[in-house]
């Protein structure tokens, strides 16, 4: 998770519930170096410690040791600090998660934009699960018949007509070849005139 969402009594129900989180740690923590493990420095890896953190509300919140890993990002040139309680897994791996995590939240950013999943029908993990995998499923097979037509509209129209016409016998090809734009000089009957 983002350092952003830090917070040590969260961290410490996901610690309880055997589960285990790496996040970046906030610049001002206040934490005590209670051991170094050796590390690989040519991986990028600074140090990679045992710490315990001072700070009155933290520690009361997360008593347990934490493991911090400083990593400087070969790409980038950043120093990063990630904590996490997960002990067994090489540091690198850590680093690796953490960076990942960026993939999971561009996903996410696309189901917003793409799915148009306004509300879940069912609370429960089945229901969501299954209403998300049939908005991509709809999206894949606009995106097939987007391909095979080979039509210039982007996604997001063919799936505008789509749902204006989704009662009508049309054939899919006629339907989304039509040219949905009035000609140029006609003005809509409808149209009030303010000004001439």
């Given amino acids: 998770m983002d350092r952003g969402y830090i917070d040590f009594a969260r961290l410490n129900r996901l610690h309880q ?8 740690a ?3 923590m206040d934490a005590q170096r209670r051991y170094s493990h050796p590390v690989d420095r040519s991986t990028g890896v600074r140090f990679d410690q045992t710490l ?3 700070g009155y509300q933290s520690a009361k919140d997360y008593p347990q040791p934490l493991r911090g890993i400083r990593y400087r990002d070969p790409e980038t040139g950043k120093r990063l600090l990630f904590i996490t309680n997960n002990t067994a897994l090489p540091a690198l791996s850590i680093c690796a998660l953490y960076k990942a995590r960026w993939q999971v939240e561009l996903f996410f950013r696309w189901i917003k934009q793409h799915l148009r999943v ?6 429960t993990e089945n229901a969501v699960k299954s209403q998300i ?3 991509v499923s709809v999206y894949v097979l606009v995106a097939i018949v987007r391909k095979r037509l080979n039509l210039s509209r982007s996604l997001y129209e063919i799936l505008q007509i789509l749902s204006l016409n989704q009662f009508e016998k049309t054939p899919l090809d006629m339907l989304l070849s039509r040219c949905a734009e009035a000609p140029d000089g006609h003005q809509s009957a409808n149209q009030l005139i303010l000004f001439e």
Avoid: E, M
């Fill in 133 to 135: 995998w049939i908005a």
């Fill in 52 to 54: 315990v953190l001072q």
């Fill in 17 to 24: 519930a055997g589960s285990f989180f790496v996040t970046r």
């Fill in 118 to 123: 306004k509300a879940f029908f069912g609370t």
């Fill in 26 to 28: 906030k610049k001002n």
